[in-house]
Nanobody, 124 residues
């Protein structure tokens, strides 16, 4: 699975950015899609995730400001980020959990894939 992310950049406090990620390659089914972020000196953390059925999970720090969505037909996930704060500055990573083939689906095995990060910088 290859993940191609786009949409990072620079914005002032209170601004908005939209991140997009497209999954391609060979897999049976994508289960979850999500975004993580990492700032220097900090561990990578979950920002938001969404299941194939549309169930979502957000970090407390972004609830009410960020919205995650996905298009199952296109295997894409987007993260709309509003009311951005300087503490949102980080490298954002797209991630998917997928069943690689039918056997892994039957076995309940999921492989996690990561895209290259995209920088988001929010200036004060």
């Amino acid at each position: 699975v290859q993940l191609q992310a786009s949409g990072g950049g620079w914005v002032q406090t209170g601004g908005s950015l939209r991140l997009s990620c497209a999954a391609s390659g060979s897999f049976f089914r994508i289960i979850t899609m999500g975004w993580y972020r990492q700032s220097p000196g900090f561990q990578r953390e979950l920002v938001a995730a969404i299941t194939s059925f549309g169930g979502t999970n957000y970090a407390d720090s972004v609830k009410g400001r960020f919205t995650i969505s996905r298009d199952n037909a296109k295997n894409t996930v987007e993260l709309q980020m509003n009311s951005l704060k300087p503490e949102d500055t980080a490298v954002y990573f797209c991630s998917v959990g997928a069943n690689d083939d039918m056997q892994s689906r039957r076995d309940g095995r999921t492989t996690t894939y990561w895209g290259k990060g995209t920088q988001v910088t929010v200036s004060s």
